[in-house]
Every structure is written in structure tokens, then in C-alpha cells.
Nanobody, 117 residues
Framework: QVQLVESGGGLVQAGGSLRLSCAAS????????MGWFRQAPGKEREFVAA???????YYADSVKGRFTINRDNTKNTVYLQMNSLKPEDTAVYYC???????????WGQGTQVTVSS
């Protein structure tokens, strides 16, 4: 019943920006913590950001100051604004939801983000 649909991935130059979107069902969106993970080739999936509400957000140290997570309750959508992108940010990005932190109970299918140098 839980479906997460990502969009917004693509190819950008280093220093550029990209915004990812994740649409969820109403029930999932209002009752679960929403977030993002990523997985680069040969590496484990890692936490990127999560949000409970506009005043309760969480970020991995590697993206603090560059990425911003927010949510639109009227659209049941969570966003990840990525600025100052680096080649090290290249990965498949997964939208995720969960009952608590980390929100890793349900996953989207992923969207590729590639940052070229």
C-alpha cells in the first residue's frame, strides 16, 4: 500500500543544483517520517536527510549546508534541494519513509543523480 515515487534526477555539472521530489500517499505522508538515502557504486546505502516537520529536519554531515529537505503537506510530497553538487554526490537517490528515525521501512525505486567534473 505504501508507494513512493521519485523524480528529478539527472546529470549536472559540479557546483550545480538539482531538486528531487517524492510523492507519497496521504496516510504515509502524514504519519511517517520522510527522508532520502543514497547509494554510490561499490558503497553501502547511506542516510542523507530526513524530516518530521518544517522545524525538525536531519542531515548527514556530508551534505549539511548544501542540501535542504522540506515537505508540502497539500501535495503529499517531500523535496530534496541539492546545491553546490560535487562528483562525490553521484549516486542513486532513494526516497524513504518510516515510523521513526532513520526512516527506512519503505523505499522508492530510486533516481540517478550524476555530477560531472
Amino acid at each position: 500500500q505504501v508507494q513512493l515515487v521519485e523524480s528529478g534526477g539527472g546529470l549536472v555539472q559540479a557546483g550545480g543544483s538539482l531538486r528531487l521530489s517524492c510523492a507519497a500517499s496521504r496516510r504515509t505522508f502524514i504519519t511517517y517520517v520522510m527522508g532520502w538515502f543514497r547509494q554510490a557504486p561499490g558503497k553501502e546505502r547511506e542516510f542523507v536527510a530526513a524530516i518530521r516537520s518544517r522545524e525538525n529536519t536531519y542531515y548527514a554531515d556530508s551534505v549539511k549546508g548544501r542540501f535542504t529537505i522540506n515537505r508540502d503537506n497539500t501535495k503529499n510530497t517531500v523535496y530534496l534541494q541539492m546545491n553546490s553538487l560535487k562528483p562525490e554526490d553521484t549516486a542513486v537517490y532513494y526516497c524513504a519513509s518510516g515510523r521513526d528515525l532513520p526512516p527506512n521501512d519503505y523505499w522508492g525505486q530510486g533516481t540517478q543523480v550524476t555530477v560531472s567534473s
